[in-house]
């Protein structure tokens, strides 16, 4: 699942909750444990805050050194950053980790010292990039959001609102009622084209493959096509008994 959307408390958890779907998914496998639910785990019952937890430990282990070895092109630590961390997370001291490494005592310390320089200065950056964002642009700068479980980010997201809008009025015969002309093969299009498709469902509503199906078919005639694509980047979800799906 990819992750960069999530905030740094939700990306240390290893869940996140989605506030309009009542919902709490696990970072790593995208199971759902949905809010007023009682869940049945190793013979006791855990409310969904609660299941997610025990879910992320036992099923996917230790988050930090998942994060660590997450496959992410903003993962730009290299091996040996990786493994110093872990042995600080596991609480050596400077000289066990010294000794293992086979590096000096004053080269770990220093290695502690710039962590934390880093960390401060990706704090200042986030800062300043926040204030730049919110400010405000005009249709032809600003970028359309990336939807919450993208599997796949990438230039095919730098879509303005403005392109946006030219996508839909050239894709469309109709948008309300939603009409597709034909399924686009240009990646800009098809994230264009599934995002206005996704909203046609409501969040956190559960769908069967007919009932998804039946409502596809009045947008566009080959309604496997829409319906795959939509799980694939990640706009619905499909459970793993493929029973059910639902917006993310």
């Not at 290695?111 to 400010?135: H, N, S, T």
């Not at 009045?218 to 980047?233: E, G, P, Q």
Request: charged share 30%; aromatic share 10%.
């Amino acid at each position: 699942m990819n992750s960069d959307h999530l905030a740094i408390h939700e990306l240390k958890k290893g869940f996140h909750y989605v506030p309009e779907a009542q919902v709490f998914i696990c970072n790593v496998c995208g199971q759902r444990f949905e809010n007023g639910e009682v869940f049945p785990i190793q013979g006791r019952f855990f409310e969904a805050n609660r299941a997610v937890e025990f879910h992320v430990g036992e099923e996917h282990g230790d988050n930090l050194k998942r994060l660590l070895h997450e496959d992410s092109k903003y993962n730009s630590l290299t091996d040996n950053q990786k493994q110093l961390l872990s042995l600080i997370h596991d609480g050596l001291s400077d000289k066990e980790i010294s000794g293992k490494l086979g590096v000096s005592t004053s080269t770990v310390r220093h290695q502690r010292f710039m962590f934390r320089e880093k960390a401060k200065q990706a704090k200042l950056y986030l800062a300043i990039y926040e204030q730049v964002a919110e400010k405000k642009t005009t249709d032809e700068e600003r970028l359309i959001q990336i939807h919450p479980n993208a599997t796949m980010v990438d230039e095919r997201y730098l879509v303005t609102e403005k392109e946006n809008l030219q996508i839909l009025k050239s894709a469309f015969i109709s948008l309300s009622p939603l009409k597709l002309k034909a399924f686009p093969s240009r990646e800009k299009k098809k994230i264009v084209v599934l995002r206005t498709i996704a909203r046609h469902f409501e969040q956190g509503k559960k769908y069967t493959e007919n009932e998804i199906n039946e409502q596809l078919r009045f947008i566009f005639d080959d309604h496997a096509v829409l319906r795959r694509y939509l799980v694939d980047y990640g706009f619905m979800y499909r459970t793993p008994d493929g029973k059910e799906y639902g917006l993310n």
